[in-house]
């Protein structure tokens, strides 16, 4: 038999063991829930059957829908399964809210939730597919273990690659398609977050009002202001209100108003129409603008490998050292919880601490 009807041991849960079906394409194994659960004792190994009137039934009609085809396709499959039912498989739930997203966010979170899309569906098909309503718990614990020991992610990492399941999950709870309470217990620790002294910035205002290198003006704009990329790359002359900046981010949707400094406002160019970019000539990717950064910042003779969002961790170490209160950081930043501003708290007394030990070389 070119199939067989199997239960999932190792998912135990609430007694029931899941009914996997087993089947092979080419030389690929496929593993799919059947999304009917049974206790052990009520599954007959060989027969490969339940002693259960209504289980047995879909999976007879199932064998039978195999038996009159010359080639068996996971899609076959899966309609033999599933046929009316509404809920889909985890592997095509994860896809449309991938699809979806695609519409509504930037490239380059899109390109990482591609590659969250992809751990997921590989530890899918590794451990089998499963229809969205039979996420637990369980499940998440699994997969957490499953990065970690393929892909020897660190915890940042880690939670980058979670918060995707995360999003999946919530959606499908959204839907009414899962209502198992489940802890994702997303976590961050603090590594060592690339900025600019204050000295190192004076010597980047220096290198670039000397030698006007191309794509300085919105260098300094996002060291003035704080911008992530994204949101300097979308910037319009409607968000330039006055003596201010005011927009909605697009990573939180929070609208944040940024007063600019004399500096800032020098380097603006010319006003256009408010549809118009500020900056019309800044890269289109995240990748492009920080190979530019690095290139003006060796020129400037700084030696540290910068990107584009160390300049928002410089702007609130710095914005700290001149004395700004943690609050007024926090809500130019358009951080939600004041405990992520604290962040850069902690940096700047570590750099005071390495700042005092000079007298010791007195």
Known sequence: MKWKFFLRRNRERNGKCPIY?????????????????????KWDHFRQEAKDEVVNEVLKRVSLRLAKSDVITPQLV?????????????SEFAKQVLDKKEQLVSYDVIRS???DYRRLYEFLTVQGDILVSEINQRFVDNYREYLKAKYNYKKNTL?????????????????????????????WEVGDRQFLTIEEVKQLEKHIIDNKPKHG???????????????????????????KVVLKQHKTGHLVSIPLTQKAQMILPEPAHPKSKVFPHIPTTNQAANKILKRIVK?????????????R????????????????????????????????????????EEEMKKWDLL
Not at 321 to 349: A, C, F, N, S
């Open 21 to 41: 079906i087993e089947f092979k394409t080419a030389n690929k194994t496929h593993k799919l829930s059947t999304g009917f659960w049974i206790e052990e004792g």
């Open 78 to 90: 899966k309609e033999a399964l599933y046929g009316e039912r509404s809920i889909p498989l985890l």
């Open 113 to 115: 939730y591609r590659t």
């Open 159 to 187: 939670g980058e690659r979670l918060k995707f399941l995360r999003i999946v999950y919530f959606e499908a709870k959204r839907q009414g398609l899962v209502n198992t309470p489940i802890k994702f217990n997303i976590s």
């Open 217 to 243: 003006d919105w260098i300094l704009f996002a060291l003035y202001t704080g911008l992530r990329w994204v949101d300097l790359s979308r910037l319009k002359w409607e968000n330039i209100q006055g003596n």
């Open 299 to 311: 020129g400037a003779g700084i030696k540290k490998d910068l990107t584009m969002h160390a300049l």
């Open 313 to 352: 961790h410089t702007f609130a170490t710095v914005s700290l050292e001149l004395g700004i209160p943690v609050e007024v950081v926090q809500r130019l930043l358009g951080h939600r919880r004041i405990t992520v501003t604290m962040i850069y708290t902690h940096i700047v007394d570590k750099r005071k």
